[in-house]
């Protein structure tokens, strides 16, 4: 309460939608997978022109971030006429009947066109919330601000995985069904749903007043960006290469971790959502440390540091003898992977022009999302065949080239 409380009134209303929206998200979102291998997608296949047969399973993880990508301009011209506040709402909305096509449409097409509308909702949400803690912050509170927002989602998304693991046996034993049954699945995702949708309620009555040179309607005319843009473009494309690099390895392992501790471990429902729980309070407690390092060592050094600390991790995680060890080395591993990404982006708002902020966290934001277009996909073959090990060595490489590229972008060749 005390943090709350040094923020202005748009902040506090924003960071109470940030914490509605990641409950209702995370009451469902550690069960995903599971929910589609209930409904029998695991192990059906989809034939797709020039690429053959592929899992829908991995078509189904791809799906969303392929969608937000053929949708990144209409998501950029929704932002600039309508507004952060607007644009946030519309994102809710959408994130709800993503959720609700799993609920209560799991038929092959409605799902895929459902799940697919998820990725336009994060981007809609990503290249809005970014410069709205902009304008609801100055220089002095920016770190907390962005710490406390990705701290607090990440938390809350901790008690939601907590709560949302517990939501399939309560659904089995109220609608008398079997546990870890389809049913028992798509209630929760049905509950889910409308906690998201209540999470555009506190955004009612946000109001944030446009910066200098911004109209009053919340954007710059396109011409501002593109010419802030193309006045300094490494300025903008270095900022890209640590989020696409991470990307490419993040996507092959994190959509699967709940399938790989259900089918290595043994992990039951409510066990999954307390291992999730706890990895995701241990980094929004992280997360809320992250101003510290930062104002010691700065922002580079903090978010290089931590990055590079979470790959022993990450190995470990793939090495792990028993359970309790497995959720004991994710927990260590999401928070320092993790406290790491306030502190990239508030760093990236202040490195971008005013008027080229909304778009430059939506290429940010579109860097992180761009492998899952295709290696969820990929990933899914490889389990079929190879199992989770070669998963781990490759997302350990691609992290390890990411921490590489922010040492010698932000902090040897950035001094």
């Known amino acids: 309460m005390l943090i709350m409380s040094s923020f202005s009134q748009p902040a506090r209303l924003y960071l109470i939608h940030v914490a509605l929206l990641t409950f209702g998200l995370s009451i469902s979102g550690i069960f995903f997978n599971l929910a589609l291998v209930s409904l029998g997608y695991g192990e059906r296949t989809l034939r797709l022109p020039l690429l053959g047969e592929r899992s829908m399973l991995g078509l189904l993880n791809s799906a969303p971030v392929l969608a937000g990508v053929l949708c990144g301009l209409p998501i950029w011209w929704i932002v600039t006429r309508a507004g952060l506040r607007v644009s946030l709402i519309l994102a809710a909305a959408m994130a709800a009947i993503s959720l609700l096509s799993v609920a209560l449409w799991p ?50 998304a901790g008690l939601g995985s907590l709560v949302g693991g517990l939501m399939p046996g309560l659904a089995a034993r109220l609608l008398e069904i079997a546990p870890q049954s389809a049913g028992a699945y798509r209630a929760t995702f049905a509950i889910s749903s409308v906690v998201v949708l209540a999470s555009a309620v506190p955004l009612l009555a946000l109001r944030v007043p446009p910066r200098a040179g911004e109209a009053a309607g919340g954007g710059a005319a396109s011409r501002d960006v593109l010419r802030a843009l193309l006045a300094r473009p490494w300025g903008t494309l270095r900022l890209l290469i640590s989020p696409l690099l991470i990307s490419c390895g993040a996507a092959l392992l994190i959509p699967y971790l709940s399938l790989y501790f259900r089918q290595r471990y043994g992990a039951p429902d409510a066990t999954l959502g307390l291992i999730f729980a706890v990895v995701g309070v241990a980094t929004g407690a992280a997360s809320l440390i992250a101003p510290r390092i930062s104002a010691r060592l700065g922002k580079p050094r903090s978010f290089v540091i931590t990055q590079a600390l979470a790959i022993p991790c990450l190995l470990l995680l793939g090495l792990a003898p028993a359970l309790w060890v497995a959720s004991a080395v994710a927990v260590m591993r999401g928070a320092l992977m993790n406290m790491a990404t306030p502190l990239y982006e508030a760093h990236a708002m202040e490195l971008t022009p005013e008027a080229a902020r909304p778009l430059v966290i939506g290429l940010i934001g579109g860097a992180y999302s761009a492998a899952y277009i295709i290696a969820p996909t990929i990933s899914a073959e490889v389990q079929r065949t190879y199992g989770f090990a070669p998963l781990f060595a490759a997302t350990a490489a691609c992290y390890c080239l990411a921490a590489l590229a922010n040492y010698l972008i932000f902090v040897r060749w950035g001094e």
């Open 107 to 156: 038929e092959p097409m409605p799902i895929l066109l459902g799940t697919a509308l998820g990725g336009p909702a994060a981007a809609l949400f990503q290249v809005s919330a970014a410069p709205l803690m902009m304008r609801a912050s100055d220089e002095r509170g920016r770190d907390l601000l962005f710490s406390a927002s990705f701290g607090l989602s990440i938390g809350v």
